[in-house]
């Protein structure tokens, strides 16, 4: 299926060879090894950071790639392409790194972006807690200042790199009464006393992906560990979440393109019942209609790529880019399963393996009924 994506430039494509090249080679012999272990090895993380695979969009002068979303996007796509699933790389460079980046001080972007650039130190940011969901309004770790530090107590869930994290960013309040205006954000040290990791959750996709709970018992931090200003953690938030919605549709339409070029060779192989799946009127209708919404899916994410690239996109277009991607791939990929008949249950197939990892994206980053609720607004 070929589109003339005209929202990349020339850098743009060099950084896809090199991705390509680096998840072909590094990532995808390893990825069973992952799967089995629940996480993936830091050396792969060096690895990546030595290919300048990490935090792209990063000011140079801290170590980063100095580009812009579409090289994101690249190896964001590159990775999805690669049927590659483990590597936090997005959550770390896409997600946390630019919270540092564009609202730390200039002490501790120093500090810790060099590091984080080059693959060292892994981030994760605790958002999440077993009784909140999406409403980061009411999240319940407090951060209690005493004197020079903050004292950290509560607990987070579904924190992704929580094994391997060194550094968390942890959304917390620092005034109970102040509703929204009284959550902050702090980086916390996973050496720091009173922080510990619960168990690695077990999750029906994404096996290599380490996910896992994590405590906070009276850790003290250090209050120059505050990013930015004290109350203004969920305004930060809410202002980085368009980018997060983008990047999650952006890799539903790699996968959905990709899965749907495994299913058309598959269906032309196999044979049943003295022809091949292809040949069957249903399977060619079937994925008539995926081809179909495969490309208006690249269409609708690429354009709202290039709106965002000119640093307009809403919070309003980011929520229909992630649900109307999301629920398509969804969709299509319980169609593909089908036509793989009972291959399609085993995860040695690609297809598989999409339709477990994939289910996820209707619900992080915001699930499929709260971008319903933010759309409905604007009707």
């Known amino acids: 299926m070929h589109i003339d994506r005209t929202v990349f430039r020339d850098d743009h494509e060099m950084l896809r060879t090199t991705a390509r090249r680096f998840f072909e080679r590094e990532c995808v012999p390893h990825q069973a090894e992952w799967d089995k272990a629940g996480r993936v090895d830091r050396e792969t993380w060096l ?14 002068e801290y170590g980063g790639g100095g580009g812009d979303f579409g090289h994101v996007v690249v190896v964001n796509e590159e990775m999805t392409r690669a049927g590659v699933s483990g590597p936090g790389f997005a959550v770390h460079s896409d997600i946390v790194a630019p919270y540092i980046a564009r609202i730390g001080s200039e002490e501790q972007k120093r500090r810790w972006l060099p590091g984080i650039c080059a693959g060292e130190q892994i981030l994760a940011i605790a958002m999440t807690e077993p009784g909140t969901g999406s409403d980061l309004k009411a999240v319940r770790t ?22 391997n994290a060194d550094l968390v960013i942890v959304v917390c309040t620092t005034d109970p ?11 916390v040290e996973t050496t720091r006393e009173g922080f510990r990791r619960g168990r690695k959750l077990d999750k029906i996709g994404m096996h290599a992906q380490d996910t896992a709970e994590l405590f906070f018992d009276d850790v003290r931090v250090p209050v120059e560990n505050r990013l930015g200003e004290e109350g203004k953690g969920f305004a930060y938030l809410m202002a980085e979440l368009p980018q997060e919605r983008l990047n999650i549709a952006v890799g539903a339409a790699a996968r959905l393109e990709t899965c749907l070029e495994h299913t058309l060779n598959y269906v032309k192989d196999r044979r049943a019942f003295n022809q091949t799946v292809w040949d069957f009127q249903n399977t060619k209708f079937k994925l008539a209609d995926i081809k179909a919404q495969a490309i208006a899916v690249r269409l609708m994410v690429d354009h709202y790529l290039d709106v965002h690239m000119r640093r307009r996109l809403t919070l309003e277009e980011s929520a229909i880019a992630k649900l109307f991607s999301t629920e398509t791939l969804g969709k299509a990929l319980d169609d593909m399963v089908q036509l793989h008949g009972g291959y399609g249950y085993m995860l040695e197939y690609p297809v598989a393996r999409a339709f477990v990892d994939a289910r996820v994206t209707r619900i992080y980053g915001g699930a499929s009924e709260v971008m319903r609720d933010l759309i409905s607004r604007k009707l």
Do not use: E, M, W
């Not at 690895?47 to 140079?60: N, R, T, Y």
């Not at 407090?142 to 094994?163: E, M, P, Q, W």
């Open 177 to 187: 009464t102040a509703g929204a205006k009284g959550v902050s954000l702090i980086v």
């Open 47 to 60: 690895k990546a950071g030595k290919q300048g695979l990490l935090c792209v969009s990063i000011p140079s």
């Open 142 to 163: 407090t951060a209690r200042r005493d004197g020079d530090h903050y004292v950290i107590n509560g607990s987070k869930t579904f924190i992704t790199n929580g094994l």
